[in-house]
């Protein structure tokens, strides 16, 4: 489910040539998180591995996370079962 969550952010990807010739990458769905790279390729390269981080750092704080193209990675709720 992580990879599928990661493939959907970075299908939803947004990249900008900036005026001093590098790409700004941004996933609008996960606030704050961004990268920069001097290829299209490194600034691509460098969001995935940022969105990775920012992924565990949502988890480790208990941060919830947004759901992608309708893949949720949040922890669900543990009900109790009757017997």
Not at 2 to 22: D, K
Request: glycine fraction near 6%; aromatic fraction near 10%; hydrophobic fraction near 40%.
């Amino acid at each position: 489910m992580l990879t599928q969550y990661i493939r959907a952010a970075m299908h939803e990807a947004h990249y900008e040539l900036m005026e001093n010739g590098r790409y700004f990458a941004t996933v609008p769905s996960c606030p704050g998180l961004w990268a920069e790279g001097a290829t299209l390729e490194e600034s691509r390269d460098e969001l995935e591995s940022t969105l990775e981080d920012w992924i565990l750092l949502k988890v480790r704080f208990g941060d919830t996370m947004p759901v992608i193209a309708g893949v949720d990675i949040n922890p669900q709720p543990v009900h109790a079962e009757a017997y």
